[in-house]
């Protein structure tokens, strides 16, 4: 049983975090004050001399949060369900307006530059608890030696899973269309429902691209570090013409520590939103960046250079220090590769709709603009009816999901079950007798137990791993369009000769 004096205490203790990390005047901080004492329903605050001085150690508010939450559920103010939408409604009581916070990344940008500014913005996000850090630090991560370039494997527990009960109950709730979709303007400050996040601590800064309106926001999932969500304000299906390229390469004039990429415009191949044109970038340094070109080519302009890069999956290089000669080449390749069919290895542009798509990154390094294309395509077949060029049948235990831009430049983020599934593979590999025959990984356990029994935890784990890294690697082998065998490379140069014609032209 909490007491009222206990929760007054207590939003003392999470004011404190709020006035030292959003910088609040003393009459923003009164503000916030009388703001949270009527969110917990307190007519006033406690008498007490509340010690706040570990307070200011904390790098995230969640355990300040937690008791607040305990105590709102307890008086029956939410119910367990609403917990999350409950403390961005606390957080949100705190956090700065959007145009102030706006005001203050222009003054830092303005004093120290760019990245200075992107960090601050950064920090907030994660002091707001917009970006739940504390749970995306439970998440695994490992890195996977490979042979052109060890690949960053997650394990994503940071999205919690629902269970029945509460599957059943938000199926029942009525149908809302507001806002459009997850990467809406209209998100900014709203309250959220049961089955649509709480937005009152989102926080998204101004760009101009291609002369339109657009907007930076951090992602609340945080996959790598500063991972970033580049959206149009106008909600419109995503496209993938010369327009992208331009947006693309000027976001990185603007942002040249960061990279940028898009995922391309069709199903299986594409992100999971399609109807809302939007980018992702931040600041890390993906596997795919760490690789070298394989090999060079003519490219037929004088400004722009084009090259194979020697990755798991079909990319074309270009390489530029015009922006603008860049972004017509891009274009013409994007334009080239809509059309083109290689089918002696099985590559088809067009069945009963187009299936050739290409997902761009691009990236600056000093005066260079590189733009990485990755070549797409989303045909299936009665083999592969989940797609030819996607993570074929056998890895479907460890990966079912579409491969979007993130995981094609290396970066795995398997769902948060497999934590469970291969504790449960550990027993049976050190010896425990299970029947499995039903599992989806059948086969996984099948030839890991041929390695013999695992003496120790640490060496069954370790088998997983191995497993499961080969796994990923073999999975961006699917998606590569041009596979790295004789046939495979005759055809991926082929069409860097008809790209090298479709320029000249
Ligand atoms: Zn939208």
């Given at each position: 049983?909490?007491?009222?004096?206990?929760?007054?205490?207590?939003?003392?203790?999470?004011?404190?975090?709020?006035?030292?990390?959003?910088?609040?005047?003393?009459?923003?901080?009164?503000?916030?004050?009388?703001?949270?004492?009527?969110?917990?329903?307190?007519?006033?605050p406690?008498?007490?001399?509340?010690?706040?001085?570990?307070?200011?150690?904390?790098?995230?508010?969640?355990?300040?949060?937690?008791?607040?939450?305990?105590?709102?559920?307890?008086?029956?103010?939410?119910?367990?369900?609403?917990?999350?939408?409950?403390?961005?409604?606390?957080?949100?009581?705190?956090?700065?307006?959007?145009?102030?916070v706006?005001?203050?990344?222009?003054?830092i940008?303005?004093?120290?530059?760019?990245?200075?500014?992107?960090?601050?913005?950064?920090?907030?996000?994660?002091?707001?608890?917009?970006?739940r850090?504390?749970?995306?630090?439970?998440?695994?991560?490992?890195?996977?030696?490979?042979?052109?370039?060890?690949?960053?494997?997650?394990?994503?527990l940071?999205?919690?899973?629902?269970?029945?009960?509460?599957?059943?109950?938000?199926?029942?709730?009525?149908?809302?269309?507001?806002?459009?979709?997850?990467?809406?303007?209209?998100?900014?400050?709203?309250?959220?429902?049961?089955?649509?996040?709480?937005?009152?601590t989102?926080?998204?800064?101004?760009?101009?691209?291609?002369?339109?309106?657009?907007?930076?926001?951090?992602?609340?999932?945080?996959?790598?570090?500063q991972?970033?969500?580049?959206?149009?304000k106008?909600?419109?299906?995503?496209?993938?013409?010369?327009?992208?390229?331009?947006?693309?390469?000027q976001?990185?004039?603007?942002?040249?520590?960061?990279?940028?990429?898009?995922n391309?415009?069709?199903?299986?191949?594409?992100?999971?939103?399609?109807?809302?044109?939007?980018?992702?970038?931040?600041?890390?340094?993906?596997?795919?960046?760490?690789?070298?070109?394989?090999?060079?080519?003519?490219?037929?302009?004088?400004?722009?250079?084009?090259?194979?890069?020697?990755?798991?999956?079909s990319?074309?290089?270009?390489?530029?220090?015009?922006?603008?000669?860049?972004?017509?080449?891009?274009?013409?390749?994007?334009?080239?590769?809509?059309?083109?069919?290689?089918?002696?290895?099985?590559?088809?542009?067009?069945?009963?709709?187009?299936?050739?798509a290409?997902?761009?990154?691009?990236r600056?390094?000093?005066?260079?603009?590189?733009?990485?294309?990755?070549?797409?395509?989303?045909?299936?077949?009665?083999?592969y009816p989940?797609?030819?060029?996607?993570?074929?049948?056998?890895?479907?235990?460890?990966?079912?999901?579409?491969?979007?831009?993130i995981?094609?430049?290396g970066?795995?983020?398997?769902?948060?079950?497999?934590?469970?599934?291969c504790?449960?593979?550990?027993?049976?590999?050190?010896?425990?007798?299970?029947?499995?025959s039903?599992?989806?990984?059948?086969?996984?356990?099948?030839?890991?137990?041929?390695?013999?029994?695992?003496?120790?935890?640490?060496?069954?784990?370790?088998?997983i791993?191995?497993?499961?890294?080969?796994?990923?690697?073999?999975?961006?082998?699917?998606?590569?369009?041009?596979?790295?065998?004789?046939?495979?490379l005759?055809?991926?140069?082929?069409?860097?000769?008809?790209?090298?014609?479709?320029?000249?032209?």
């Amino acid at each position: 049983m909490i007491t009222k004096n206990q929760v007054a205490c207590d939003v003392e203790r999470l004011l404190a975090f709020g006035v030292k990390n959003f910088a609040l005047s003393a009459e923003d901080a009164e503000f916030a004050h009388n703001a949270l004492l009527d969110l917990v329903r307190l007519s006033e605050p406690t008498k007490d001399e509340v010690d706040v001085a570990d307070v200011y150690l904390l790098d995230t508010p969640h355990t300040l949060l937690a008791p607040i939450l305990d105590y709102a559920e307890q008086e029956g103010i939410i119910e367990s369900a609403e917990r999350p939408l409950y403390d961005a409604k606390l957080m949100g009581a705190m956090l700065p307006k959007p145009s102030q916070v706006i005001g203050e990344y222009n003054r830092i940008k303005e004093e120290k530059g760019v990245q200075a500014a992107m960090d601050w913005f950064y920090k907030l996000c994660i002091d707001s608890n917009y970006i739940r850090i504390a749970d995306v630090r439970r998440n695994l991560e490992w890195k996977a030696s490979a042979e052109k370039a060890d690949l960053v494997i997650t394990v994503n527990l940071s999205k919690p899973e629902k269970d029945n009960k509460e599957i059943a109950r938000l199926k029942l709730l009525p149908q809302v269309a507001y806002p459009r979709c997850m990467l809406c303007f209209e998100n900014l400050g709203y309250a959220g429902r049961l089955n649509f996040p709480a937005r009152q601590t989102l926080r998204f800064l101004p760009l101009t691209l291609s002369e339109e309106e657009w907007y930076v926001q951090f992602s609340p999932y945080v996959y790598y570090n500063q991972h970033c969500i580049v959206f149009s304000k106008e909600h419109r299906a995503m496209t993938m013409n010369e327009k992208t390229f331009d947006r693309l390469t000027q976001f990185v004039t603007e942002f040249p520590h960061w990279f940028v990429g898009s995922n391309a415009c069709l199903p299986i191949v594409g992100g999971s939103i399609l109807t809302h044109e939007h980018y992702q970038g931040g600041g890390y340094e993906m596997p795919m960046h760490t690789c070298e070109v394989a090999e060079w080519f003519e490219s037929g302009d004088s400004e722009v250079r084009l090259g194979r890069l020697n990755w798991y999956n079909s990319v074309v290089r270009l390489e530029s220090t015009s922006r603008e000669s860049l972004v017509a080449y891009a274009a013409k390749v994007n334009e080239l590769w809509k059309g083109y069919s290689a089918p002696e290895v099985g590559v088809l542009a067009e069945t009963d709709a187009p299936h050739n798509a290409v997902t761009p990154v691009a990236r600056k390094k000093g005066e260079v603009y590189i733009l990485d294309l990755v070549l797409r395509n989303n045909r299936t077949d009665e083999t592969y009816p989940d797609g030819i060029f996607h993570a074929h049948p056998e890895h479907h235990n460890i990966k079912k999901e579409g491969i979007g831009l993130i995981e094609a430049m290396g970066l795995f983020i398997l769902p948060g079950r497999l934590q469970r599934e291969c504790a449960e593979i550990a027993e049976i590999l050190m010896g425990k007798d299970a029947d499995y025959s039903a599992s989806v990984h059948k086969d996984m356990i099948d030839t890991l137990k041929k390695q013999g029994v695992a003496a120790t935890r640490e060496e069954a784990d370790a088998r997983i791993r191995a497993f499961i890294n080969e796994t990923c690697v073999d999975i961006l082998r699917n998606t590569a369009v041009f596979k790295e065998d004789e046939a495979g490379l005759a055809a991926f140069r082929k069409f860097f000769q008809e790209i090298y014609k479709a320029v000249k032209a």
